[in-house]
């Protein structure tokens, strides 16, 4: 995809569903009794890697459309053996969530990737995984996948977490929906929240004390109605071109607000940045809003510490919007940015200097001076869709040509992403 400077981006848009939330309605749906119904499923090629391997162990998805599922739940116990290895695609939410709930089956099953999963450390989810007693092995002997995972009777435990992960916490909460008693997991900071709130709404008990996540075994979860609300990773983007675009005006529409993911909009406001929120109904435990964003005059800033885990996903895009700030940017304590899709560290500080920004990598994070124009570059996205969307964004804002290479990786998140820009610009 090539860019060109644009201005004026105006209208409203809807982003398409929260893909946390849709991982997780997949997931739950097929663990619970009778029907699930999810309404604003994102039909990105992660989740679809998640709906592909519970069809394999015997679970009916029907597809209603592209954002409808009705997903016909057997029960806690009701999977079976797939006759196949398990393929999660370039999704790292299918990889560690799945395996959790594997740890619990009667069966044996190897899970992989491609070639990005089998990079992406799993020792995180092994280590408590195998404390719980399940046998899970990676078959390349380097903590990566394949896996191998005999699932076995599993025993409840108390594991603290060395890294704030909502995917290393929903691995082991998964398992302990198997355990013989309450497993519990206490995290550094708080991750995002989606897997507490949704298996509660399914009828699992569950309970939270600051960053500890407790949950009882053996529930009998039932099949629920799931609307899942705008991704508000998705939405970062047109946030961020309606900041740092000229003369720029967008309504972003329906957006999840979860607290532990809105990172973003409390950067955007110590950043100075002209975004009003507009809370809408919230009948499923998930606040939402919609969003109107204005051009606006950025002031740098440091960001570290709890504030992290809210905003992992959506720091190559604030470190595009640094650029155009004024002042200083400092992005500390996310060293979780190098075992993503890409070192996204390296990605985005090699890209953004190609195009002319004074920019640092730091063993945690980036300093970012802002206040340098942009110019068109070449950009290797390196198949990471949180990066060329990132740089979509710089290239509406910089001198000449911007071009971004493997830029349908895209899908992976958010199918439609370019033609939305069109729309609005």
């Known amino acids: 995809m090539i860019f060109t400077r644009k201005k004026n981006l105006k209208g409203e848009l809807t982003v398409p569903g929260d893909k946390s939330i849709s ?30 391997c519970f069809r394999r162990m015997g679970i009916l998805v029907e597809e209603q459309g592209k954002e409808r599922l009705l997903i016909h739940g057997r029960g806690l116990h009701g ?25 619990g089956q009667d069966f044996e099953t190897t899970l992989t990737g491609d070639a990005s999963i089998q990079k992406r450390p799993m020792g995180r989810i092994m280590e ?48 302990g929906l198997y355990g013989d008693g309450p497993t519990s ?20 008990s569950v309970e939270t004390d600051g960053t500890t996540a407790s949950i009882k075994p053996q529930p009998r979860l039932t099949g629920q109605k799931v609307c899942v609300p705008g991704d508000i990773s998705s939405a970062a ?22 607290p532990t993911r809105d990172g973003i909009l409390r ?47 959506e720091i190559p895009v604030i470190a595009v919007m640094a650029c155009f700030a004024e002042g200083r940017t400092v992005i500390r304590n996310a060293a ?58 710089a290239g509406l804002n910089a001198d000449g040509e911007t071009k971004i290479l493997g830029a349908e990786c895209v899908n992976i998140s958010y199918p439609g992403f370019y033609r939305d820009l069109d729309v609005i610009g």
């Open 237 to 258: 983007y047109f946030l961020a071109a309606g900041c740092i675009t000229p003369g720029s005006e967008l309504l972003i529409q329906n957006v999840g607000v979860n």
């Open 128 to 175: 408590p995984l195998t404390l719980m007693g399940a046998s899970i092995e990676s078959l390349k002997g380097n903590g990566c996948a394949p896996l191998r995972i005999q699932g076995r009777p599993l025993h409840g435990i108390h594991y603290t977490t060395k890294v704030a992960s909502a995917q290393v916490k929903s691995a082991i909460l998964l398992a």
């Open 23 to 52: 991982h997780r309605a997949v997931m739950f749906g097929a663990l619970a009794e009778g029907l699930t119904e999810v309404e604003g499923f994102l039909p990105g090629a992660d989740c679809l890697s998640t709906i592909d």
């Open 79 to 103: 999977l079976k053996k797939p006759q196949d290895i398990l393929d999660a695609g370039n999704s790292g939410t299918t990889t560690r969530l799945i395996s959790g709930i594997l740890s």
């Open 267 to 313: 950067v955007l406001k110590r950043m100075g940045a002209d975004v009003a929120v507009f809370p809408a109904d919230n009948s499923d435990g998930e606040p939402v809003a919609d969003l109107l964003v204005k051009t606006s005059r950025l002031q740098g800033c440091i960001l570290e510490g709890d504030l992290i885990p809210a905003l992992i996903d």
């Open 336 to 393: 979780e940015l190098k075992v993503k899709e890409s070192n996204r560290i390296d990605v985005m500080v090699k890209n953004l200097s190609a195009m002319g920004a004074h920019i640092t990598a730091t063993e945690d994070g980036m300093i970012i001076e802002g206040g340098y124009p942009l110019h068109g570059a070449v950009i290797d996205s390196r198949l990471d869709h949180r990066i060329a969307m990132s740089f979509a964004i």
């Open 185 to 204: 997991v206490t995290e550094p900071a708080l991750s995002r929240n989606h897997t507490e709130l949704m298996l509660r709404s399914f009828g699992a």
